[in-house]
């Protein structure tokens, strides 16, 4: 039920790797400290946060595709800057749960 700094390691034995990644588990992902992984900071390894980048990306499709200044995308705007909208990471992120060829198991 847990994972250690050993077991989290062990996917690698290039020491640049295995320095960044100790250093995350230690600052980012081990929020009490003990050493080990537990089952809700696991989740916080496996399943990121991308809230921050999907805001990033939000606000670059308004900002390039807003012709009316109105700070909302109205299907007209969409439609008129379709491809710039279609290669968006936030769109693509959304194609990615659609495709089975992303789909594969890490654990």
Known sequence: GFVSLEEFLA????PEWIQVEKDRFTNDYDK????RLDPKELLSWVV??????AQEEASHLIEEMDQDGDKRLTEAEILQNQDLFLHSEATDYGRQLQDERFYHEEL
């Not at 996917?11 to 290039?14: R, Y």
């Not at 009490?32 to 050493?35: E, I």
Request: charged residues 35%.
């Open 32 to 35: 009490d400290q003990d050493g």
């Open 11 to 14: 996917a690698s034995e290039d």
């Open 48 to 53: 990121p946060n991308n809230e921050g980048i």
